[in-house]
């Protein structure tokens, strides 16, 4: 390994943990007595933001600008319920979105494996799908920028994982071959499959054990538990 691309969202930061405890607790502050029961909304958040995420087209459109799209989430749970939007929508996306921010944390081995990562000598780059501001904010609140030689953020770069282009861009800055390099996160295709068609090899973070889904569609070069489970282990 000459080089390596790192995603960020769950990856190195724990992006996702927190979601069903701020969802929770938005909709208890944001629910005033006499409109919606905030366990009514939590229900059908739940729904909507499955609903509203599993459409690629709407996926790669949307994630651009979270606080746009969770209260698009919030505004489609409210018409299912039959509740008007008004400002109630956008009064919880806010709420969540600020106690998500607070909640986010580095997992406890991310730094340590960065600084070992720099000690060898590996050219990083930050690969990273998402919000231009949000993701720049999760970078400079944490500390990121220092370990990386080149940071490829979707809304800042005009393109995301899985474009072959996002790839190639951040090897070039590395000025790595993809053959001398490797790519690890928590997505099977954004950070394993398609990395893997241009000749990286692909490293999944399965933090949960939990192993492949039936008929995964990607065979990854290596299964790590952690990002210092592979540093250790090079």
């Known amino acids: 390994m000459k080089a390596l691309l790192l995603d960020l969202d769950d990856t190195l930061l724990d992006y996702s943990g927190s979601a069903p405890r701020c969802w929770e607790e938005a909709c208890l502050a944001c629910c005033a007595p006499g409109t919606v029961g905030p366990d009514a909304l939590l229900a059908a958040i739940v729904e909507a933001s499955r609903w509203f995420w599993e459409d690629p087209v709407r996926h790669r459109r949307e994630r651009v600008n979270m606080l746009q799209a969770w209260q698009s989430i919030v505004a489609h749970a409210l018409a299912r319920l039959g509740v008007e939007a008004d400002r109630l929508a956008a009064a919880v996306a806010r709420d969540f979105a600020s106690r998500r921010r607070e909640r986010m944390r580095l997992f406890p081995e991310a730094v340590e494996s960065l600084e070992r990562l720099r000690r060898r000598g ?109 540093t250790e282990a090079l």
Do not use: C
């Not at 800042?156 to 690890?184: N, Q, T």
């Open 122 to 230: 590996v050219p990083l780059a930050l690969v990273t799908n998402g919000d231009a501001g949000q993701q720049r904010d999760k970078i400079e609140r944490h500390g990121l920028a220092a370990f990386f030689d080149a940071i490829v953020i979707e809304g800042e770069f005009g393109a995301g994982k899985p474009d072959e282009i996002v790839y190639r861009h951040a090897l070039a800055a590395l000025a790595a071959r993809p053959e001398d390099a490797w790519m690890v996160g928590d997505h099977l295709e954004f950070d394993v499959g398609a990395p893997q068609r241009l000749g990286l090899r692909g490293v999944w973070i399965d933090r949960a054990g939990q192993g492949l889904p039936p008929g995964a569609a990607v065979t990854p070069d290596r299964i790590v538990r952690s990002l210092a489970e592979l």
